[in-house]
């Protein structure tokens, strides 16, 4: 751990490329949002980021450095405030031209975690003896380009597969990830699991809302259907779904309707 600390160190030490730079001005609106406190962490965090993790073109595709920077950006948005441990149970991003074909299962216990059905857009694979066991995280490139592009809407992949992934350090892709102590936990659960049954409810009643539904297929998807809209829609969320805002924000470390970050405790 030792060792991998100060490789950690080594690494956010490096100057950030001016190139890398121009991508996040140029191709993430989000960067603009950020104190310029929080822009200087993420670039450390990506800096990191990419020196730990792997990328993989598929069907033909070939990785760029706009591919690898624009990815770890929003991967990276959120450790912001946090202690990062980086995505653990994460080595490898592959990242297809757009949406791809597989097969699985949408949610297995330290199975798959995927979204949609045979076409897909993204998916986060966890070790079948372990959910700790590194796997990958699978990604449609012009999804990726889109959610960057349009972080208004609620939707975007990166994030999504990513709170899967911090969803999996807890030791389960269950919805419950590793919070800052024990105590916080019957909170969560009682917040969350009301939110998610309301959600549920919401679509038998054909009443739109600020949440994706694809958020009511099981308590993980809820969890990254949640943090999709408390980046990307965070004033509507917090006006609709209060304590749900509050448990998000204590748990990243932002206040994103805010506009100010959350002090660290």
């Known amino acids: 751990m030792l060792f991998r600390r100060r490789r950690r160190q080594r690494a956010a030490r490096r100057p950030f490329p001016a190139a890398w730079l121009a991508i996040l001005e140029g191709r993430f609106p989000y960067w603009a949002r950020l104190l310029p406190a929080q822009r200087d962490e993420l670039q450390r965090h990506i800096r990191v980021f990419l020196a730990e993790?792997?990328?993989?073109?598929?069907?033909?595709?070939?990785?760029?450095?706009?591919?690898?920077?624009?990815?770890?950006?929003?991967?990276?948005?959120?450790?912001?405030?946090?202690?990062a441990r980086y995505y653990p149970t994460v080595s490898t991003i592959l990242v297809y031209p757009s949406a791809y074909i597989a097969q699985g299962r949408r949610v297995g216990p330290g199975g798959v975690v995927s979204e949609g059905g045979g076409a897909r857009l993204g998916e986060m694979a966890v070790g079948v003896t372990s959910p700790l066991a590194a796997g990958p995280i699978v990604l449609a490139w012009d999804s990726v380009v889109a959610g960057a592009r349009d972080m208004h809407d609620g939707r975007n992949v990166v994030l999504h597969e990513f709170a899967h992934a911090l969803d999996a350090e807890a030791g389960g892709v269950d919805g419950a990830p590793l919070l800052a102590?024990?105590?916080?936990?019957?909170?969560?659960?009682?917040?969350?699991?009301?939110?998610?049954?309301?959600l549920i409810r919401d679509i038998q009643l054909q009443s739109p809302g600020v949440l994706d539904p694809y958020g009511a297929t099981s308590p993980a998807e809820f969890f990254a259907v949640t943090t999709e809209a408390f980046f990307e829609r965070p004033h509507a969320l917090r006006a609709r779904h209060p304590e749900l805002y509050r448990q998000l924000a204590d748990f990243y470390r932002q206040d994103p309707a805010g506009g100010e970050p959350e002090p660290r405790p």
């Not at 993790?53 to 760029?64: D, S, V």
């Not at 102590?181 to 309301?198: F, I, Q």
């Open 181 to 198: 102590d024990r105590s916080r936990y019957a909170a969560w659960a009682r917040v969350l699991g009301a939110e998610y049954h309301r």
């Open 53 to 83: 993790k792997a990328f993989e073109g598929c069907a033909g595709l070939e990785i760029t450095d706009e591919m690898r920077v624009l990815i770890a950006a929003q991967a990276c948005l959120l450790l912001l405030g946090r202690e």
